[in-house]
């Protein structure tokens, strides 16, 4: 089972580079295995993902066989311990949602997602933003932790973006929808439409996640010193 998980991970790595949602070694996905995981190895590039790229790790994320494991194994085994239904997490320095995460205010209990479609809504939800901790720290993990129960995405200040969901599909899904949302409003300045309160109302309605995006929230709220965009 480890053999076949980790040539599907590393062909989805691939994919993840060659549709310009990472770089480099920008990032790390995983998958449950057994009691434990498979995580990206650390410093492994997406564009050359192999399977012996993989590490298992035990539920607490530390390392078990294969190469050492991303210095941020401490946070998917954190999710894998809040969330007891997720099968894959990713985390990748997609170029909008790591712009965003720059821009925006940190905003732990609301939300950070432009909402300029209803699938921001159904598929994503609320997209909190968590103030800056050191990648691989164990602040970092800990904020995690206390946070990803609630909702299917977190935004890192300066760090980019985590995702997960019931399978790696799910957590793409999620990943995509969230970038795409945010290019938006990168593209138009924070000046495209998002919905209003009413249409936002009724996309939380169809939703079928526990994330629902409060009214007044379908706008990033900017650092101060960020002139020039829509707040």
């Known amino acids: 089972m480890s053999a076949a998980l980790a040539r599907t991970l590393a062909a989805q790595a691939r994919d993840l580079y060659a549709r310009g949602l990472t770089t480099s070694t920008g990032g790390n996905l995983s998958h449950r295995a057994g009691d434990g995981f498979l995580v990206s190895g650390t410093n492994t590039a997406f564009a050359r993902q192999v399977p012996e790229d993989f590490a298992r790790c ?8 294969g190469p050492a494991p991303s210095k941020e194994a401490a946070f ?12 894959a997490v990713l985390h990748l320095h997609a170029a909008a949602s790591l712009t965003l995460s720059c821009l925006a205010r940190p905003d732990e209990r609301g939300n950070v997602l432009p909402v300029h479609s209803s ?4 598929r994503v939800g609320r997209v ?16 995690v932790e206390r946070h990803c129960p609630d909702v299917n995405a977190l935004l890192l200040q300066n760090h980019g973006v985590i995702t ?14 969230l970038e ?13 439409r998002v919905l209003s309160d009413e249409e936002l109302q009724a996309a939380n309605a169809r939703a079928g996640h526990g994330a629902p995006v409060q009214a007044g929230t379908q706008r990033p709220q900017l650092l101060a010193h960020v002139q020039g965009w829509s707040a």
């Open 180 to 192: 795409q949302n945010v290019g938006v409003w990168l593209a138009s300045r924070g000046q495209a």
């Open 58 to 65: 035990d539920a607490q994320g530390a390392g078990v066989s």
């Open 119 to 122: 699938y921001a809504v159904t």
């Open 76 to 87: 998917h085994a954190a999710v894998y311990r809040a969330r007891p239904g997720v099968q």
């Open 128 to 143: 909190p933003l968590l103030p800056y901790d050191p990648p691989g720290s164990a602040a970092l993990a800990r904020a």
């Open 164 to 177: 997960w969901g019931r399978s790696l599909d799910e957590a793409r899904d999620i990943l995509e929808e």
